[in-house]
């Protein structure tokens, strides 16, 4: 939680925050920004630092009082806490990186609007404090809309006020004033910095191009998430697309789109929520409850124990009716019963020289857990797993046994292979509901260890290093922990409650999360080690989305997968008690083949969509589960295979309104070794659609590797490391998709362990 020092209102419905923000206040940088979140139903609102103060501890944000979320911001008082407040965020202003005696011989001019006149003062204050010259001009409606006057004017050698009105200072628009500087007083400045209204920053950009002004923009106002995560704030500038969050928020004014960039801002106004989705709770005992068995609480049951009639048979599993699990978010498969579970570990063979084992990242003793299981010694089955694995209850649930574990099960020779992942969820779920708790703390042993990234990769690396007794903190840039299996996996695939449940028994190990801490930007991986950590893992994920780069992809209606599923699971979009909103069309076209392409395209059918899935392939090249690809057809999802998009068709105000797309057949194999779509001449069609979601992959966000000195990575961005998860500095690890680039669950948990085994072993040695 953030208090708030002080509130100050500064013009009718606009107030100065000064909240509690150490650690952002020491990182803090002129142009940045900072997301805040009100409450448990608030959306994440990006908000531009208007100043910072390091020895109070404090972070200044200004927020105008305009949407449902600022309205419920503004109502906090002083005293108050929000409940998460993360940053610092986005790159420094430009001009932070020139050289001091270069910015001493020129002139800057500042162009502020409305709230945007807030983050000026930190970049005014920044040349005043090194005996730099610049002239600010600020403009309001009219005289009581006028903010920050008497600490402007102490930042500047000019300060000029505009207001539309003429109630105050100069008549006339801010642009008015700068032709009047330039043309009638015969100032010459070499730069212009502009922040407010995209509208305004528009013509102050068609003002300085008549000058041969260079000018910068800050483009917060099409900032969505903030971290890079959604993709949302994409934005043509020179041709090119960038992520305002990412790459900016600055950019060269004379190369932004501002057309383009001002209809996305329209995304979410006067937004409603698509379907109301009722009655949303966990369904994990689900299965408990249909079987009519019920569990006592001191273990002492007696479970009748049978073996399998058929061995190559698998023990059927009940889902729920594709007709009403369309409609919710609950959980689709309801899990064995502790008679179905004894029956289907039965056929396991106990083989001598597992292949499954081998088949498994984390090499889990199988046969082991299973007999267990086979017995009814259900507990002991759990312990038995948790040897291995830190996140038993999530792999049972979306690892892909079916190409890995389970596809080396000697019984699949003949018929059915055992239905190992869904022993795995029987084994942690039974464990949960009972309480079990199988991790002792153990001793420490003096030595601190960094975790980047509270995901599937840190959580494991984590989790395996506090067993061998290291002081280990994970850092994590969002408000909950979980990674993707928090915010990219639907609760109908993965319930909340399971993740919260998983991370809770890493933390019983002594594990502390710090959330909200951005690394790159609150602390540098360099702060971590100056701090005491004697080895750092980077296990920060894939979170930078892909677009195909076609014409139409930043009309509003086209989301990255990754903006789509965050909205709903992380910030539950779905749910009428959060503010999050969300733009769901009559008809999505979801493009992709993978896992993420299915859980984007599910979750839009439950939310009262008519999906369809386009994949350039067909059916046998789909990268997604067969279980997954199965429960999408049952619950009327439609597929259109061996298609690919061309072109998004928007309306004249920016919105997706149609899809051209090409036919393809399948030529000779890529590097992948799949066949290469080909398109077919004349096949072109367009269709009509009203949501665009692009799940297409992700790529390493370049926040970590670009702030960590003497890194090497991949020209696409993976941090490269050797076999031992250590990368180009001795003391830095990483793993999971930071390295590999978008992956499975399980690749990044056994990512996560082998580094743990090689920090260890570094630190032992050391």
Partial sequence: MSKILRKEE??????????????????????????????????????TISDYDIDRGSVQIVVQASGESTKKICAFEEGDEFKDFVGPLGKESDFMLMDLEELKDKKYLFVAGGVGTAPVYPQAKYFKENGLHCDIIIGAKSKEFVILEDELASVCDNLYIATDDGSYGFKGLVTDKLVDLVENEHKKYDNVVSIGPMIMMKFVELTTRKYDLPITVSLNPIMVDGTGMCGACR?????????????????????????????RQRQYINNKKTTEIKDHHCTMDMAVEASRVKYDENLNEKIEIKKAEDRFTRIPIANQDPEERNKNFKEVCLGYTPEEAVLEASRCLNCKKPQCVEGCPVSIDIPGFIKEIASGNFEQSYKVLSLYTSLP???????????????????????????IGKLERF????????????????????KKVAV????????????????????????????????????????????????????????????????NTVIGRTLTVDDLIKDGYEAVFIGSGAGLPKFMNIPGENLNG?????EFLTRNNLMRSFDEEYDTPVNVGKKVAVIGGGNVAMDAARVAKRLGADVSILYRRTEKELPARVE??????????????????????????????ALNCVRNELGAPDESGRRRPVK?????????????????????????????????????????????????????????DAVTGSATVILAMGAGKNAAKSIDEFLRNK
Wanted: glycine fraction near 10%.
């Fill in 393 to 419: 209850a999530v792999c049972g649930r979306v690892c892909p046994q079916e190409t890995q574990c389970e596809e080396r099960c000697v019984l699949a020779n003949r018929g059915d292979s055992v239905s």
């Fill in 628 to 657: 997954e690809v199965h429960h999408a057809k049952e619950e009327g999802i439609k597929f259109e295979m061996l298609t690919a998009p061309t072109e998004i068709l928007g309306t004249e105000d920016g919105w997706v309104k």
């Fill in 558 to 562: 086209v989301y990255s997968a990754n």
């Fill in 10 to 47: 500064l013009a009718p419905n606009i107030y100065l925050f000064d909240v509690y923000a150490p650690k952002i206040a020491a990182s803090a940088k002129p142009g940045q920004f900072i997301i805040l979140i009100a409450d448990k139903y608030s959306e994440r609102i990006p908000l």
């Fill in 427 to 446: 084994s942690a779920d039974y464990a949960r509901r009972h309480h079990i708790d199988s991790n002792e703390k153990p001793k420490s042993m003096g």
């Fill in 452 to 515: 980047i990234g509270a995901g599937p990769a840190g959580l494991t690396c984590a989790g395996e290093l506090a067993k061998m007794g290291y002081d280990v903190t994970i850092f994590e840039a969002l408000q909950e922990s979980g990674g993707v299996l928090t915010y990219g996996i639907p609760e109908f695939r993965l319930p909340e409650e399971v993740v919260a449940h998983e991370v809770d028994n890493i933390k019983s190990l002594g594990v502390k999360i710090e959330n």
């Fill in 680 to 736: 077919i001449e004349g096949s072109d069609y367009t269709e009509e659609f009203e949501t665009i979601i692009m799940a297409l992959g992700t790529n390493p966000n370049p926040l970590i590797s670009s702030t960590t000195k003497n890194l090497d990575i991949e020209n696409w961005g993976g941090i490269i490391v050797n076999e031992e998860s250590q990368t180009s500095r001795e003391e830095i690890f990483a793993g999971g």
């Fill in 235 to 263: 934005v043509n500038v020179g041709g090119k697309t960038k992520f305002a969050c990412v790459d900016g928020p600055e950019f060269d004014g004379h190369l932004v789109d501002f057309d383009s960039a001002m209809k």
